[in-house]
T-cell receptor
Framework: NAGVMQNPRHLVRRRGQEARLRCSPV?????VYWYRQLPEEGLKFMVY????????ESGMPKERFSAEFPKEGPSILRIQQVVRGDSAAYFC????????????FGSGTQLSVL | GENVGLHLPTLSVQEGDNSIINCAYS??????FIWYKQESGKGPQFIID???NMDKRQGQRVTVLLNKTVKHLSLQIAATQPGDSAVYFC????????????WGLGTSLAVNP
């Protein structure tokens, strides 16, 4: 059974470019969460999605960040016009329908903005 | 402002000893607590959870203790092994609302052979 798959593992972008991070949840999981982690810090919730729906984006910056989880294909976290402060590890997690609290995390994408 | 010079708390133990990792939580309304382990370069991995109607829960080599009076959570690892070396995070939230978990800073556990 494949776990949560994230790609790429490492992504380097120059300031002003776009970053697209992909996440394929555990097979059968319909809920996806994106978290951001700075070095030596905990995880900060960004967004919670179900298929074709954004349920909670209260942790997403108001500008430049967007997320989607289409009916077919992986969930995408998109960061437009990246700045150095966007450099971080971005983790995706998935879970079965509500009532099951345990999240399954991917290995993350390390974004470095030059 | 920035937390300049902030470092993760570190716990260093000898292989075979028991480890105790502590966590203070902030919200007295939280009713669900969870411990995750994060190895270098990997995503967090679930260890054990506990609801507020319990004060102790045991897993394989791990025990979580919850003291709601002082809002304190601890993770005990028995017979610590080198493979236990990782950063351990506690998180608090409300059962069924896992997207709103509030994560602690983390504690780095180093196991000396």
């Amino acid at each position: 059974n494949a776990g949560v798959m994230q790609n790429p593992r490492h992504l380097v972008r120059r300031r002003g470019q776009e970053a697209r991070l992909r996440c394929s949840p555990v097979k059968g999981h319909s809920h996806v969460y994106w978290y951001r982690q700075l070095p030596e810090e905990g995880l900060k919730f960004m967004v919670y999605l179900q298929k074709e729906n954004i349920i909670d984006e209260s942790g997403m910056p108001k500008e430049r960040f967007s997320a989607e989880f289409p009916k077919e294909g992986p969930s995408i976290l998109r960061i437009q016009q990246v700045v150095r402060g966007d450099s971080a590890a971005y983790f995706c997690a998935s879970s079965p329908p509500l009532g099951h609290e345990k999240l399954f995390f991917g290995s993350g994408t390390q974004l470095s903005v030059l | 402002g920035e937390n300049v010079g902030l470092h993760l708390p570190t716990l260093s133990v000898q292989e075979g000893d028991n480890s105790i990792i502590n966590c203070a939580y902030s919200n007295s309304a939280s009713d669900y607590f969870i411990w995750y382990k994060q190895e270098s370069g990997k995503g967090p991995q679930f260890i054990i959870d506990i609801r507020s109607n319990m004060d102790k829960r045991q897993g394989q080599r791990v025990t979580v203790l919850l003291n709601k009076t002082v809002k304190h959570l601890s993770l005990q690892i028995a017979a610590t092994q080198p493979g236990d070396s990782a950063v351990y995070f506690c998180a608090e939230g409300n059962a069924g609302n896992n997207r709103k978990l509030i994560w602690g800073l983390g504690t780095s556990l180093a196991v000396n052979p």
